[in-house]
């Protein structure tokens, strides 16, 4: 008895370390060898490759330029000097089933000149800027914090990244290595059915214990 104890108490261990597991890097797409994939670790998620918006069609990866190269540029003549919902990169995160993404951060580096970036996400909606910034002649880094609570417990989310230029500018705006940070953990209620499951396991060994005494 005591064996079978130490047996279910090892594997209640490990369902509350999996439900409290390390910050990963959720998605990441450094862009190198001109992919448009995410490069992330993480197992118990998917993240998408970068998608255009409809209004840069004729953007994409410049091999020459990046921190370092290549990175995402945005070419001058698809972007204006406002910020245009139809001018955007997009990614797409999605748990694998009974996991949930928890995030904390989005990062990443942008050069311009007097440019601005934005970014939106499928949480309030595209609609709405979740933070803005302006952009510099070389690459700065950027961090988003999205560890409130309307970033916890998601199935799935979408971001869109926006750039646009300065009054005059007409240069090209690069994105790279671009991060979203967080943990992907096993839903709630997949952790208290764990817990069920080992629960009649116990009590269905105990019976039969019994009927066989
Ligand atoms: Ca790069």
Redesign the pocket.
Known sequence: MKEKLFTVGLALVALLTASTSHAAIIASY???SSSLASTDGEGNSSAGNITLGSGVGSSGVNAGV??????FGFNAGNIGTAQDSADYIEFIVTASPMFVLNLTSLTFDTQGLNGSWAVSSSVAGHGSNIATDTIGASFAGDSIDLSGAGFQNLSSITFRLYAWNGAGDNVDVFF??IILNGTVVPEVGTVWAGLGVLGAAILGKRFLKKKRA
């Open positions: 450094p862009f190198d990046g921190n370092p190269a290549p990175s790279d290595n």
